[in-house]
């Protein structure tokens, strides 16, 4: 009789102890290690706390241009840099002086 083989990295099995469907995620000694499908726990929470920063930071943005719109000044910083900044805060023909040097654009002829 062969010893039996350990399933590769990836693979979905069914858990015998609690007869669930698991992916493998790693292997220990003997052991499988098997994360349930969906994610699990760990899964879940990270995903929450992504979420959360995600919210907070759409609100921050929204808060912020709103307050800039409705006060014709920056309350809250926006955080722009470089070129960014440039394209909001220059006229046209500072944003316009490379255009020369931009792809698609064909010198004159």
């Not at 499988?32 to 499908?37: A, K, S």
């Not at 470089?82 to 002086?97: D, P």
Request: hydrophobic share 40%; aromatic share 8%; glycine share 14%.
């Amino acid at each position: 009789m062969r010893p039996p083989t350990k399933p590769p990295i990836g693979s979905y099995v069914v858990d015998t102890h609690t007869e669930r469907v698991g992916m493998v995620m790693g292997h220990e000694g003997p052991y499988v290690q098997l994360r349930p499908l969906g994610g699990g726990k760990e899964w879940e929470h990270a995903s929450g706390w992504i979420a959360l920063a995600i919210f907070c930071i759409s609100m921050y943005g929204g808060l912020a241009f709103l307050l800039k719109d409705l006060q014709g000044r920056t309350v809250l910083p926006l955080f722009r840099i470089g070129s960014s900044r440039q394209a909001i805060e220059a006229g046209l023909g500072t944003q316009l002086e490379s255009l020369e040097n931009e792809a698609g654009v064909r010198r004159p002829l």
